[in-house]
């Protein structure tokens, strides 16, 4: 069965640089999560979007920004990085808003900042 | 969301079955129970949920005490490819926050 894409695998950005993350729902899925997992630490909600619409709002910087296209596919924006940026961001998706609907997380960008 | 609270390690033996235990006795009526588990690195993988009734997948059982405040995911043949981070977590069941919360999840090590 199709599973959420993420992309790229790995990145490697230098401090006050841009970063951009892309993840692709698997089909027919319009809701898209976005997590960030430090260190030793457990996922992080950033950010939420269902139809196109910010549907929910974490812990997400100012740096950062998101937007989910008209094929549902998703973008974070990282500006500015810091060296505390650096961690595993996990995108998710789901069919519909809310539960019952599980979430299902793509294998993550690692992000290492220098 | 209910807060959950799970033991923070736990042992089985390969081929036996392994029970993992989660505690959510503020849950609301309308908060579903789900279950997810990360291996080192990859992304959370979805389990199984439910509201009130027992669930059973390919994956695992769900047990769901009878007042919902406390359940038991079973593994029934737990293989060394189940050693993970097992997270129970609470999520309402409402359009509005939809997110999943982590919390502190128990590491299950199953051992040859």
């Known amino acids: 069965a199709a599973g959420v894409i993420q992309s790229p695998r790995h990145l490697i950005k230098e401090k006050r640089e841009t970063a951009t993350l892309k993840c692709y729902p698997i089909p027919r899925h319009d809701t898209v999560y976005w997590y960030q997992q430090g260190p030793g630490q457990d996922p992080q909600f950033l950010i939420s979007f269902y139809e196109k619409m910010q549907s929910d709002k974490g812990s997400i910087p100012d740096r950062f920004s998101a937007q989910q296209f008209s094929d549902y596919h998703s973008e974070l924006n990282m500006s500015s990085l810091e060296l505390g940026d650096s961690a595993l961001y996990f995108c998710?998706?789901?069919?519909?808003?809310?539960?019952?609907?599980?979430?299902?997380f793509g294998n993550g960008t690692r992000l290492t900042v220098t | 969301d209910a807060k959950t609270t799970q033991p923070t390690s736990m042992d089985c033996a390969e081929g036996r079955a392994a029970n993992l235990p989660c505690n959510h006795s503020t849950i609301s009526g309308n908060e579903y129970v789900y279950w997810y588990r990360q291996i080192h690195s990859q992304g959370p993988q979805y389990i199984i949920h439910?509201?009130?009734n027992n669930e059973t997948n390919e994956m695992a059982s769900l047990i769901i005490t009878e007042d919902r405040k406390s359940s038991t995911l079973i593994l029934p043949h737990a293989t060394l490819r189940d050693t993970a981070v097992y997270y129970c977590?609470?999520?309402?069941?409402?359009?509005?926050?939809?997110?999943?919360?982590f919390g502190e999840g128990t590491q299950l090590t199953v051992n040859p």
């Open positions: 439910g509201l009130k």
């Open positions: 998710a998706s789901s069919l519909g808003l809310g539960a019952p609907s599980p979430l299902h």
């Open positions: 977590i609470v999520r309402v069941g409402e359009t509005s926050g939809s997110r999943l919360t």
